[in-house]
């Protein structure tokens, strides 16, 4: 896994990612355009990634991706 849009892919889609968190199709999607995913949702994306045998989602990795994307926000409102 190497970031939330990976994950988006590797699961199928916002809609997917959007039935397996049992939130609005909306909702997904604008997880996916901010590039994150709360963490309220970890455990259920982690559980669901075993069940389809999706490598790679763990806590671990989701904490290092909001690292990651939070690294990505910091330097783009640095340059605006």
Known sequence: ????DQIFS???GVSV???ILEIPDSHAR?????GSIPIEYWDRLIKAASER???GVTW???QSARRDARKV???TSEVA
């Not at 604008?30 to 901010?34: C, E, I, Y």
């Open 1 to 4: 896994m190497s970031g939330f």
């Open 10 to 12: 590797d699961f199928g």
């Open 30 to 34: 604008t997880m996916k355009a901010r």
């Open 17 to 19: 990612i959007s039935k």
């Open 60 to 62: 671990e990795n989701l």
């Open 53 to 55: 045998d999706i490598q």
């Open 73 to 75: 926000r910091a330097s």
